[in-house]
């Protein structure tokens, strides 16, 4: 069932999307309306002058025109309610993410708990130091880990920030286990994603004073988990080959400088700049993608690029990619900005959800089902913290569309 897994969002999505529009709550925003454009006008040129697949250009398409839609829907949809009992829920995985993650750490390929998809024995971890793998967690690859992670760690910050909106012993043995799977997910993305939320918890604290006193007793129980965390003998082997992998991609990379500067900003940069050296339409929609590689020369590879940016304008080329990345980061900045504001009138939830958002929302991958679900979802929950108000009146209790947001002369967000 792996293949057709694939796409087992986008029938919801589908559906989702003809609920909203017979309900009128079908988003017709910037952002919507240029995804939706820039997606129908790829999946042409990748038809006609493309690589004239029409399944691999739809698989592409249907990322600009059902999960951009879909994310804003989401946003129109939930409550203050709903995004609190969401984050409560995530809390909860946690506990059990990290007891799965550990078994499969210290676990052989070949156990069940690391067997791969469709049985393959030669397990689901991915390459990580002196003969230990990365472990997937409940997902296929590391990637979905990672993430999940992320999302769970902004959830912990505002959960700390905002004292009473969640047990303290269930936040207290999430915080521990984010500290725990730090080092045995041998992931410097986590390491860094944790590292950004710790400085967009430190931006509400600077803002907002009142906070550091919430956060006090935070400081208190953190360092109490990592205290107890840092005495087990898997986060002390977890921290050994995490400081290795540390070490030999330095001197693969040329240490964090080659890893920011070189792969992660060279990669977004050089997409930008070396778009003149492609096709006016690129290569097509869809091509670059694991599907669109299998679909096309019958193995997984990077065809066009191995990250985002370079995807979509090798994919689209400069004159659809190009105004496709300025969009992804107008939106980001927006919801910045946005963001930023709410946290000034003392709501620090959207903020702290960009603490994760900001990123996957301007070039988180969207090639990878686990990447594109993560960026919908995250997407969704920022919409929804700016839609709603953390002290809602009776009146918007009972409204079933509350007032959103606007773009200055762009609409509204939701």
Known sequence: MATPLLVVRDPIALVTLYLAAKRGLLPFNVYVISAVTIGCLGLLTAITVG?????????????????????????????????????????????????????QYFSPQSAWVNRGVGGDMEGAGF????????????????????????????????????????NRL???????????????????????????????????IARKPKYLTKVMGAGIA?????????????????????????????????????????????????????ATDLPIFGHGIGLGTNVGAKYTTGRRTFIIAEGEWGREVGELGPLLGLPLIFVRVLMASH????????????????WTLL?????VIAQGAWAQPTDLGFYTLIT?????????????TAAKRKSRRPPSPSIAGLGSVS
């Open 51 to 103: 690589h004239r697949s029409p399944f691999v250009a739809a698989f592409g398409a249907r990322i600009l025109v059902l999960h951009v839609p879909m994310a804003f829907v989401i946003g129109r949809s939930l409550s203050r309610n709903d995004l609190l009992r969401i984050g409560r829920v995530v809390i909860v995985i946690a506990i059990p993410m990290t007891v799965l993650m550990v078994m």
């Open 127 to 166: 390459s990580g130091a002196m003969g230990y793998a990365r472990p997937p967690g409940t997902f296929s690859f590391t990637n979905g880990l990672t993430l999940f992670y992320g999302l769970a760690g902004v959830w912990i910050v505002y959960f700390w920030l905002t004292p009473g909106k969640c």
């Open 170 to 204: 269930l936040l207290l043995f999430a915080t521990g286990g984010l500290i725990l799977a730090i080092p045995l997910s041998i992931s410097r993305g986590l390491l860094f994603q944790t590292c950004v939320t710790g400085m967009f918890a430190m931006v509400v």
């Open 222 to 274: 953190i360092a109490v988990a990592l205290a107890a965390v840092s005495w087990t003998p898997a986060f002390q082997t977890g921290l050994t080959v995490f400081a290795k992998r540390f070490e030999t991609a330095a001197e693969s990379e040329g240490g964090l400088e080659g890893t920011l500067g070189d792969r992660f900003l060279g990669g977004l940069i050089g997409a930008v700049f070396n």
């Open 335 to 350: 919801f910045l900005w946005l963001g930023y504001q709410r946290l000034t009138r003392g709501d620090p939830l959207t």
């Open 355 to 359: 603490g994760l958002g900001f990123l």
């Open 380 to 392: 969704g929950l920022v919409i929804a913290a700016l839609r709603t108000s953390s002290k809602p």
